[in-house]
């Protein structure tokens, strides 16, 4: 079984919609984050958590949202979908030594 | 602000060649240093991860190498196989454990 799983793997939806993306690890890191992947501009940060009552911006926050639902669990939220966020998303974890793992990722698409 | 380099960005070779690929990094001020592996529409899977007080890391045909004062990594691939076919990523931790990652090398081997 994956140690980091995303779902959906695939989601299309339009613009104005509110779209939740859902991470789960059994890794049992603390540390969990959430990027989005463009062509060109590589991986970028959106938010990052160290623990439960933990969260913090990372460099494109705008126009998302997340939960730390338990340690386990790391949630990304679009209020209001846009065209522009049509991207790759992926959840991470990371150990003691910062060595960080991913999650297969969600293709999402904003029409 | 940290700004990673990977250079080429795509590299095509025929199998059994040895190979490197490089990454610089700006700040030499890390925490460490992580290669992964992407195939195409699929999430990033760790190769090495190189402590900053580390000078080079080895996993079967791997090897990563890191030289802080200079803001280099190299990842050298050995005897090279079609399997190796892949985007290789270089990411630098820095500050909060955030990752910044590189661009990518698209890396063909040829049968």
């Known amino acids: 079984d994956a140690d980091v799983t995303q779902t959906p793997r695939n989601r299309i939806t339009k613009t104005g919609k509110r779209i939740m993306l859902e991470c789960s690890q059994t890794k049992g890191h603390d540390r969990m984050y959430w990027y989005r992947q463009d062509p060109g501009l590589g991986l970028r940060l959106i938010y990052y958590s160290f623990d439960v009552k933990d969260i913090n911006k990372g460099e494109i926050s705008d126009g998302y949202s997340v939960s730390r639902q338990a340690q386990a669990k790391f949630s990304l939220s679009l209020e209001s979908a846009i065209p522009n966020q049509t991207a790759l998303y992926f959840c991470?974890?990371?150990?003691?030594?910062?060595?960080?793992?991913f999650g297969p990722g969600t293709r999402l698409t904003v029409l | 602000k940290q700004e990673v380099t990977q250079i080429p960005a795509a590299l095509s070779v025929p199998e059994g060649e040895n190979l490197v690929l490089n990454c610089s990094f700006t700040d030499s001020a890390i925490y460490n240093l992580q290669w992964f592996r992407q195939d195409p529409g699929k999430g990033l899977t760790s190769l090495l991860l190189i402590q900053s007080s580390q000078r080079e890391q080895t996993s079967g045909r791997l090897n990563a190498s890191l030289d802080k004062s200079s803001g280099r990594s190299t990842l050298y691939i050995a005897a090279s196989q079609p399997g190796d076919s892949a985007t290789y990523l270089c990411a630098v931790v820095q500050g909060a454990q955030k990752l910044v990652f590189g661009q990518g090398t698209r890396l063909t081997i040829n049968p």
């Open positions: 991470a974890t990371s150990n003691g030594l910062n060595e960080q793992f």
